[in-house]
């Protein structure tokens, strides 16, 4: 009996010390923390070293054109909402209607919107989540969808291709992007961990690439990037990047993670995709733009990151 005592001594004490529910950024792992940064992941849950984690490193001349990557269609993002924003204690997050709806794309569903959530560096530096050709972006915003069968996130993940993400890139402006101006506003109000505001007026449209720049993207099968980790999500990501002045990029970085640290370098590193193919869209509509047909020339002929 008092050997069985001393066993569960220890567990609770282990439990205690080491934080064994808990995960972080590499950034918050010092020799006296008690979370688990990205490398040890996969001893708070298995799927995060399985073969078809992400995010990756999308190498350009490797990836393999496919036609079936047509344009989606939006359903209700024109639309002006309110949302629910959130320091979560690992990022920030905004809550979408689910009427919200995409299809196309060689998606097999409609899938409705759930929520969006960003990925930074720190003071504007390299922060994206995936990388093209090894270049890191600024920043990289996920717009998580579900299968419109499903009434929770925690469902949909636990079936394959239950769960498709829109993944942008950010770069480095000029000038401010006046579209963002409500968001970062808001942000001011969201330094700690579980703070909310409500955010009116808000176009997820207005939050993106302009119609014609939406053409080109990437495609494959990975996996959520934070614990779980859970693998079966449909990846789209996106190569225009969204303008964003420094002083914007520079706001994320206002925001704490739950142990106080500043949040910053918010992003899992990029993880091995083993040989797993990742496909281009092709240009299959009619472009009036000359610029643009070029462009989508150019992307067809794997030339895209020269033009």
């Known amino acids: 009996m008092r050997a069985h005592v001393t066993r569960l001594l220890l567990v609770s004490v282990w439990i205690v010390c080491t934080g064994a529910a808990d995960w972080c950024y590499q950034t918050q792992v010092t020799c006296d923390s008690q979370c688990k940064g990205p490398d040890s ?29 047509t344009p989606f269609i939006f359903s209700g993002y024109q639309e002006a909402f309110s949302s629910t924003m959130k320091n979560n204690g690992h990022t920030v997050t905004a809550t979408v209607p689910q009427s919200f709806t995409v299809r196309g794309g060689n998606l097999e569903s409609t899938y409705k919107a759930v929520q969006f959530h960003f990925h930074w560096g720190v003071n504007g530096s390299a922060g994206s989540e995936h990388t093209i050709d090894g270049e890191q972006y600024p920043m990289e915003m996920h717009i998580v969808h579900m299968k419109e069968e499903f009434d929770s996130l925690k469902n949909a993940l636990m079936v394959k291709h239950g769960v498709a993400v829109l993944g942008f890139f950010y770069e480095k402006s000029n000038s401010a992007n006046s579209k963002y101006g409500k968001l970062i506003e808001a942000l001011t109000k969201l330094e700690s961990t579980d703070a909310t505001t409500m955010l009116s007026g808000l176009s997820l449209s207005n939050l993106l690439p302009s119609e014609e720049n939406m053409t080109n993207y990437y495609r494959y099968e ?3 990037t934070t614990p779980n980790c859970t693998e079966g999500v449909v990846w789209t990501v996106f190569e225009h990047p969204i303008p964003l002045s420094n002083e914007q990029l520079v706001a994320f970085t206002s925001l704490k993670f739950k142990d106080g640290k500043p949040m910053i370098k918010t992003f899992r590193p990029v993880q091995p995709n083993h040989g797993y193919p990742v496909y281009r869209s092709g240009c299959t509509v009619i472009l009036l733009s000359y610029t643009v047909l070029l462009a989508c020339a150019c992307s067809a002929l794997g030339l895209s990151r020269l033009y």
């Open 41 to 69: 992941w996969h001893e708070l849950n298995g799927d995060c070293k399985k073969n078809r984690q992400s995010p990756i490193n999308i190498v350009t001349r490797k990836t393999i054109l496919d036609h079936k990557l």
């Open 222 to 224: 990975g996996s959520l």
